[in-house]
């Protein structure tokens, strides 16, 4: 069983900063695969960045460069730094790990960019 919860999030001017928190609650040693998703109003929820336990990270196209995922996993925690953002960043961002074959997810955190 994995528990995740979100912090972090909150409201920034374009061109501001955030730095997103996943805590985990479980065996972080089951979990292979750790990720950041975004979901927009009235938009289906969209991957943003992941984290494979040896490290490896993928980003969307729109994450890369100006965001960056990383893991503390002694401290059972995931993190999303996010820079130079724009309107289009803002939402609603979810944690993912998937353990076993099952997908867990965090409750969300928002995020609000004003131009």
């Known amino acids: 069983q994995v528990q995740l919860v979100e912090s972090g999030g909150g409201s920034v001017q374009a061109g501001g900063s955030l730095r997103l928190s996943c805590a985990v609650a479980?065996?972080?040693?089951?979990?292979?695969?750790m990720s950041w998703y975004r979901q927009r109003p009235g938009k289906e929820r969209e991957l943003v960045a992941s984290?494979?336990?040896?490290?490896?990270?993928n980003y969307v196209d729109g994450a890369k460069g100006r965001f960056t995922i990383s893991d503390d996993r002694a401290a059972k925690r995931m993190f999303l730094q996010m820079n130079d953002l724009v309107p289009d960043d803002a939402g609603l961002y979810y944690c993912k790990a998937i353990a076993s074959g099952t997908a867990y997810w965090g409750q969300g955190t928002q995020v609000t960019v004003s131009s």
């Open positions: 479980g065996a972080i040693d089951a979990i292979p695969i």
């Open positions: 984290i494979l336990r040896t490290g490896r990270t």
